[in-house]
């Protein structure tokens, strides 16, 4: 090759390896995405069954209704979505990711409510509102106190929802807990506080129950 | 897309480009190389006059090795001349070229310190040799050396200059090894500008010319301390025709400790930057070819490159160290190990991708340089220690000489 051929030819060649390493990547990526979207259904299903479960709890007992309620992988799932969030440029997917994880949890909630409700149990949730990096600063460190908190006490059940976006749901959860623009939010047991908090302003904010369950118990026994 | 990913993949875009123009020309040129590889020691038809200059300044501990090697040369005695130039030397460079006084092929001069290009000068002053090399004091050249450059110079008379392959003498610690890996790769890069008609320095030691060169030209210049470099591209502003002979090797010292190694390459790439500017009036000018479209912008495109990742990377990395004290001040510090590891999270974005195909292409081009070399192959596994310590070293090195050339600090000196 002689001259300017040689770079055109170069050019095609060096584009061509771009399209490969764009074609690996998405394929990778749409790997990933199915692979989400395998544990969702997954979810969906054990949800389903414990509704169903539920529906037949005269023929359960509370012990082995609680043991089949939830899958453990909904906390993981988070940091998966948010992970391909950030690295796919699949947008479309990533947000139909994010409207299904929703409603699941919120099913997860919902379900766990009743179930509670009916064995006379305690459940203490705590409901998170964020937003993007620009449009709530503070989300990243709030989200380091709630998973410092969930280490903490694991009977805590923590809830993440995006607050902008497009699902009718949120606008239900927003309009029932009242959630301002004021991001990060937080619904603590239907407590709704705004801001930024510590670990230790949100302890306040929990029972005694859970924070400090032998001292509670010791006040019992002395009274 | 944000700025920052378009830049990354503009750099990334452009480092493929140039790894791409290699190896095309790497498989234009296949079976050419594949023969000159496998040639035998030439016979020559005549052997012109040849005087090896040997500038030295504190080289009291290895010139008489260099003479040595030089004197053992597979040459006509009648037609070799050694002329050693000590430079002002403070050490006993001059006791150990006396030993030589009598020899009838070595000449030695003392002069005071003017640098290594006036010793150079010197040299090709005295001498009326048809072609004229000069090879730094710490450096070796293989027996058939000579030979098989001026073969090239008789096969094609166009040829004005040819480099040779250098390698890296008797390596002794990580940091050498590292290096022979490198100049291991120069030896490919070097063979495909040859063939391009695109290299920027015939390196100082034992690259020969022919005596016309400095008769049309001039001699050495200072140039920010790399006279080599300069002449390269004095040369190819003038047309004249640089060569590379893979074939004849010459084993340099190279630096032992990080801090000398700093120091050579700031002046290495001092010395590109420099000459670049001195020279920009070559850039882009269809005649001077690919050493004005490809050698030149792909140097600057690669200190620009290495600029804006640094930045990048240190931008990132304070980033990181900002969300892990945030983290670890809410959370405390976690002691506890954990192991597992999800393959989920490995970035599997287009530059991963990309980056992987460019490295291996970056791998290649050390593995075809050692074949070239005739170095060992188990050499290759010190490709590892290659890419982490100049990944990390080297764009100290590059920033500090393009902040040396912003602010006129003044050039680095040799030692």
């Known amino acids: 090759m002689k001259g300017f051929q040689k770079y055109f030819f170069v050019f095609l060649v060096t584009c061509g390896i771009f399209a490969v390493g764009w074609y690996l990547s998405s394929y990778v990526n749409n790997k990933k995405i199915n692979q989400i979207k395998d544990i969702q259904n997954k979810i969906a299903i054990d949800i389903l069954s414990s509704e169903t479960q539920f529906s037949l709890l005269e023929e359960l007992s509370c012990q082995d209704l609680s043991n089949s309620v939830l ?79 969930r280490e903490k006490y694991s009977a805590l059940r923590v809830y993440s929802f995006d607050y902008n976006l497009d699902l009718s749901t949120i606008k239900a959860l927003n309009s029932i807990y009242k959630i301002q623009n004021s991001l990060p939010s937080l619904v603590v047991n239907g407590k709704t506080v705004s801001g930024f908090k510590t670990v230790e302003e949100l302890e306040m904010l929990l029972p005694k129950e859970l924070t400090n369950p032998q001292k509670t118990v010791t006040k019992k026994t002395s009274n | 897309m944000p700025f920052s990913e378009i830049a990354m993949y503009t750099i990334v875009f452009l480092a493929l480009y140039v790894q791409v123009f290699f190896m095309v020309t790497f498989f234009e040129r296949r079976k050419h190389l594949n023969k000159l590889h496998d040639e035998d020691l030439p016979v020559l038809t005549e052997f012109p006059t040849v005087a090896v200059i040997v500038p030295a300044w504190n080289e009291g501990t290895t010139v008489h090795g260099t003479i040595e090697s030089l004197l053992n040369l597979d040459y006509p005695k009648d037609k070799l001349e050694l002329i050693v130039v000590d430079d002002g030397s403070t050490d006993d460079t001059w006791q150990e070229m006396l030993r030589y006084k009598d020899h009838p092929q070595v000449r030695i001069f003392q002069k005071e310190n003017g640098g290594k290009h006036t010793a150079v000068n010197f040299g090709i002053d005295n001498t009326k040799a048809d072609f004229i090399s000069c090879l730094d004091a710490d450096s070796f050249v293989a027996p058939d050396a000579l030979k098989r450059m001026i073969n090239v110079f008789q096969k094609k008379p166009e040829t004005m200059a040819v480099a040779p392959s250098l390698i890296v003498n008797k390596p002794k610690n990580i940091l050498q090894y590292a290096q022979r890996v490198e100049y291991n790769m120069s030896t490919y890069n070097k063979r495909m500008l040859a063939y391009l008609g695109a290299i920027h320095v015939t390196p100082g030691p034992f690259s020969v010319y022919r005596k016309e060169v400095f008769q049309k030209i001039g001699k050495f210049r200072k140039a920010h301390n790399t006279e080599d470099q300069e002449i390269a591209y004095r040369m190819q502003e003038h047309h004249l025709k640089i060569d590379h002979c893979h074939t004849a090797y010459v084993f340099t010292s190279t630096p032992n400790t990080v801090k000398k190694l700093y120091k050579q390459r700031l002046r290495w790439i001092y010395g590109f930057i420099n000459n670049t500017i001195d020279y920009r009036r070559l850039i882009f000018k269809t005649k001077y070819g690919n050493f004005s479209f490809f050698t030149l912008p792909s140097g600057i495109i690669s200190i620009i490159a290495v600029c804006y990742l640094s930045f990048a990377l240190l931008y990132n990395f304070i980033l990181f160290i900002i969300k892990k004290i945030t983290e670890i001040s809410i959370k405390g510090f976690d002691l506890t190990f954990s192991p597992h590891f999800d393959l989920f999270f490995i970035n599997t974005k287009t530059i991963f991708f990309i980056s992987v195909i460019l490295y291996s292409m970056v791998i290649f081009s050390i593995i075809v340089g050692t074949k070239l070399s005739k170095q060992s192959k188990a050499i290759n596994w010190h490709i590892v220690p290659y890419l982490l310590i100049y990944s990390v070293i080297a764009p100290i090195w590059l920033l500090k000489a393009v902040w040396n050339t912003i602010t006129k600090a003044g050039q680095p000196k040799w030692r």
Not at chain 1, 89 to 99: A, I, S, W
Not at chain 1, 118 to 146: H, M, P, W
């Open chain 1, 71 to 149: 899958s453990k992988e909904i906390a993981t799932i988070a940091d998966k979505i948010s992970y391909t969030e950030q690295t796919t440029g699949n947008r479309d997917e990533v947000e139909l990711l994010k409207k299904q994880y929703t409603i699941l949890q919120v099913k997860d909630f919902l379900l766990t409510k009743r179930i509670a409700e009916r064995c006379k149990q305690k459940i203490n949730t705590v409901f998170y509102f964020y937003g993007s990096k620009d449009a709530c600063s503070e989300c990243v460190k709030q989200g380091y106190v709630l998973d410092a908190l």
